[in-house]
């Protein structure tokens, strides 16, 4: 299979250098057309003002010769044997002009002379009074055409130049301008490029607007975020391999006594490995069960399910261990007839979890109470004991995986770190919330809000 050639992507700074280039030679470009358009406009309106002004001469030269002959073919005769006739320097002879009496006929400066529409024109006044039109061809003479084009190439080699420099600089400006925008970016990338090596405490860029700034700060927070995922894996990583030792070990260091001859294979050694196993199988399932739940793998399967009949049945599995370890569990639930839009296998999961660790940390002659009512942002579950209690600086993170409150004596209490965190993340897949309190030596209340969307009384 043939693969496509990989072109490699401009950096930001060329491509807003090019940019920049190209609007600079547009405007610079269209200056230069547009002070050249105006500049032959305003020569064409002085030209024009100029041949109606020497229109208007010729017209009162006529009414003059009019005067002086008494006749327009006394004149015409006048202007056929009369050829040095002339205004500053300019001969009628050589003029395309017509005269063009009132009473009739046509006198022509040249036997080919024909008036058309964009001749200019003038009245021929004798005694105040209109006696002819006098129409000449739009002349310039050759003094002005050379004037005129040194004028245009004066104007348009100045305008370059100024228009020149001023790109220049223009572009220098942009130069120093854009190096000192980007500049922060390209720190930043530095050091979002020495992240990927693990070098989380690379110094971030300082200075910059306020756009770039943001850019920065929301940087920031992603690489903290990033970082605080890297140890969490990290503490995870090891946990796991603390959980999994342990029972791994005693599986191993039994087999191989027995493989050695120094213990018999009895019912107590086969209860050991199951316990270990089971153990070990615990682990694996409540990891799988977390990874789904968060990756959304398995849907919820919500339907309508009553409140009291469901608890009381819940609560109903621990009577037996709640009796071995002399622990009340009390029940309250305000509306008997409450119902609740939920995935019951999931809830329960969550309800039994908590309940487990109220147990596990609840001294005997104490008690745990669980209530459920109704409040005006939903329905809320409360799991509360009279335990042990949590240290505040702890509360913060016992929803996270594997988190141990005291990682010497979470063996003693059964506990792989991974309940809670089931715990929050079914809770979350029903758009509710939960939240704990705790006073160390007093005990811990667990408190969970489902939406109000999801419940029926």
């Known amino acids: ?48 003002h100029n041949q109606t002004d020497q229109t208007s001469d010729w017209a009162q030269m006529m009414g003059v010769l009019y005067d002086e002959f008494g006749s327009w073919n006394a004149v015409r005769q006048h202007l056929a044997s009369e050829s040095s006739l002339h205004i500053d320097g300019q001969k009628l002879s050589q003029l395309e002009a017509v005269v063009v009496p009132n009473n009739g006929g ?42 005129k084009r040194r004028i245009t190439y004066g104007f348009d080699t100045a305008q370059f130049l100024v228009v020149f420099i001023i790109s220049i600089v223009a572009f220098l400006f942009v130069v120093v301008l854009v190096r000192s925008f980007l500049r922060p970016l390209e720190d930043l990338a530095a050091t979002a490029i020495s992240m990927t090596a693990g070098a989380f405490d690379a110094p971030l860029p300082t200075g910059g607007d306020v756009e770039i700034q943001n850019v920065i700060n929301a940087f920031a927070v992603t690489r903290n975020r990033l970082q605080e995922a890297q140890e969490t894996r990290k503490r995870i990583l090891a946990d796991i391999h603390h959980e999994l030792r342990t029972p791994l070990n005693v599986i191993g260091n039994r087999l191989e006594a027995i493989h050695l001859g120094l213990y018999q294979w009895d019912k107590q050694t086969a209860t050991i490995l199951h316990e270990e196993t089971e153990r070990i199988q615990t682990i694996v399932d409540e990891l799988d069960e977390l990874n789904e739940v ?27 261990e709640a009796t071995r370890r002399s622990v009340n569990i009390n029940v309250h639930i305000e509306d008997k007839s409450l119902c609740i839009l939920m995935d019951k296998n999931r809830m329960s999961q969550v309800i039994i979890n908590l309940i487990s660790n109220a147990l596990r940390y609840t001294p005997p002659g104490k008690r745990i109470i669980v209530t459920v009512r109704n409040a005006v942002h939903g329905v809320v579950f409360t799991v509360e004991d009279e335990g042990i209690g949590i240290d505040s600086s702890h509360l913060p993170f016992i929803f996270e995986r594997l988190y141990r409150i005291e990682p010497s004596r ?48």
């Open 106 to 147: 046509v006198i022509r400066t040249q036997s080919h002379a024909k008036r058309k529409p964009d001749w200019q024109s003038a009245p021929i006044l004798f005694q105040n009074t209109k006696v002819g039109t006098f129409y000449m061809h739009p002349y310039i003479s050759p003094q002005v055409r050379t004037l």
């Open 410 to 457: 979470s063996r003693d209490k059964e506990g792989a770190g991974l309940g809670l965190a089931i715990v929050k993340e079914v809770v979350d897949a029903h758009a509710g919330e939960v939240t704990v309190r705790s006073l160390p030596g007093k005990g811990t209340r667990f408190t969970i809000l489902i939406p109000p969307q999801n419940s029926l009384s």
């Open 1 to 48: 299979m043939t693969r496509l050639p990989v072109f490699p992507k401009q950096s930001l700074r060329r491509r807003v250098m090019v940019l920049v280039t190209t609007v600079i030679l547009a405007m610079s470009f269209l200056d230069l057309v547009a002070a050249h358009w105006s500049l032959q406009q305003s020569l064409y309106k002085y030209s024009r």
């Open 294 to 320: 968060q990756a959304g793998v398995q849907k919820l399967d919500l339907a309508w399910v009553s409140v009291e009949d469901w608890l009381t049945k819940l609560v109903t599995l621990f009577e037996a």
